[in-house]
């Protein structure tokens, strides 16, 4: 019985996703929800063969959407596939970790391979957890700015705030809420919430604590008007400054230390050639560009590859991958010390995306699945740790390419249409790890 619910389950979703696709096909979509459709001329016309032609390499078959509907996506017609390749392993803090990376641009898998190893015939990288906590920031308004300052004030008072966090606690067994921050701009009121939120991400968990403290903070201040919920002081999805200084989600730090030998032998340049590029490029440059954290060379390609492959929000790739590569020559020019400091990597291993059976096998490659059974919030920490690992893998192979003047040659290789080739693969038999040259 149990069997046969099941397929039924399977069967009503797959069906929806069928007539999604056949609306679509037939130019009935727009219709369907009370949309005049009718082209003003012949030269609108969209014709129904076309949308087959459009939508017939789209697959559709041989997928759960059960996992998606009412979770991930709305009038469903399909999915996209997207190629997944896997750089590493990295040994990261003793514990060696293979980066899966989920994207179509060619010769980055390569290329941050080429960083793992050279981390990793090196000693392997550390990183530490400097700050965790997902903000939303509400925007308020009161009547005027000393009524406003007034508020600002009151959550000050450690016995109020507290009274606060009671409040926004209460929603949830994971929910923490670890500070406010208050900005004024005349009598409108900015109040950034910073709050732990377990293995997940947050931003929902958040929000739910939020309109619950609201809740408490009017019938104080009764006169008080919510605007909105966000008030883009949180901030999410969008370059900012408050992000870049305050940290959003977890704010990661990772080193590590190339000898010059592994320099020289893995990535085709020099210690002073890196460490002086890096200070033009990465520094001096991003300043010229007038950059917030994007004092990096490419820290969004390893970013969104990783986000992509482990069911995270891939547009928090503009806040997340806010990073400063640091390079210096250390122990007489013997050694390279490189570090990456990204104060707003946004990740959860529960929610989202996450459950969707292939990015789930992502995270289970990383063993990083769901909560953490015993110290919630330990694998979304970890997941951060790795993609701060892969950014600094990333950034140490391609400013040694760019270093060593091969960046258009390595793509030239690499990022081309496949022509008849050999069955072996041998840019992952060249760089396997951590034992081969």
């Not at 590493?88 to 641009?105: F, H, N, Q």
């Not at 009151?154 to 109020?160: G, I, S, T």
């Not at 003047?405 to 992952?428: E, T, Y």
Request: proline share 5%.
């Amino acid at each position: 019985m149990e069997l046969e619910t099941e397929h039924a389950r399977l069967s009503s979703a797959s069906d929806k996703a069928r007539a999604h696709r056949a609306a679509v096909t037939a130019s009935t979509a727009a219709s369907a929800l009370g949309i005049d459709v009718t082209p003003k001329t012949d030269s609108h016309k969209v014709e129904p063969l076309h949308m087959e032609e459009a939508l017939s390499h789209l697959p559709y078959e041989h997928y759960d959407y059960t996992k998606v509907m009412g979770a991930c996506c709305e009038n469903v017609i399909g999915y996209i596939p997207i190629p997944i390749g896997v750089a590493g392993p990295l040994l990261l803090d003793d514990k060696l970790v293979t980066i899966p990376m989920a994207t179509t641009e060619g010769c980055l898998v390569a290329s941050t391979h080429r960083g793992c190893k050279a981390i990793t015939k090196s000693g392997g990288a550390v990183s530490a957890i400097v700050n965790s906590g997902m903000t939303r920031a509400p925007l308020l308004r009161l009547p005027t700015v000393t009524r406003s300052a007034e508020l600002k004030k009151w959550l000050e008072v450690q016995e109020n705030f507290y009274m606060i966090a009671s409040a926004f606690n209460s929603t949830s067994r994971f929910a923490r809420l670890a500070s406010i921050k208050v900005n004024l701009a005349g009598r409108d009121i900015f109040m950034r919430f910073k709050s732990t939120t377990g293995d997940a991400m947050g931003m929902n968990m958040v929000s739910k604590g939020v309109e619950k403290a609201l809740e408490v903070l009017t019938s104080y201040f009764p006169e008080l008007e919510i605007l909105s919920l966000s008030g883009n002081f949180c901030t999410d999805k969008k370059p900012s400054a408050v992000n870049w200084l305050e940290g959003r989600g977890k704010s990661v730090v990772a080193e590590a230390t190339i000898s010059a030998e592994i320099v020289q032998s893995v990535l085709k340049t020099t210690i002073p050639a890196l460490v002086d590029v890096n200070i033009h490029k990465n520094l001096v440059g991003s300043a010229m560009a007038g950059s917030i954290g994007g004092f990096n060379a490419h820290a969004s390609n390893i970013v969104t590859a990783v986000y992509i492959a482990t069911g995270q929000d891939p547009a928090q790739n503009v806040e997340s991958s806010n990073c400063m590569t640091l390079m210096e020559s250390i122990n007489d020019g013997k050694d390279l010390y490189i570090s990456v400091t990204m104060p707003s990597i946004e990740v959860g291993t529960v929610g989202g995306g996450t459950h969707l059976p292939a990015q789930a096998a992502m995270l289970d490659l990383l063993q990083v699945r769901g909560s953490h059974p015993t110290r919630p919030g330990a694998n979304a920490e970890q997941l951060a740790r790795v993609v701060a690992g892969a950014v600094m893998a990333g950034e140490l192979s391609l400013m040694s390419a760019l270093a060593a003047g091969h960046l258009v040659r390595s793509h030239m290789q690499h990022n081309r249409k496949p022509q008849p080739a050999p069955a072996v693969d041998a840019v992952s038999m060249t760089h396997s790890l951590p034992h081969s040259d």
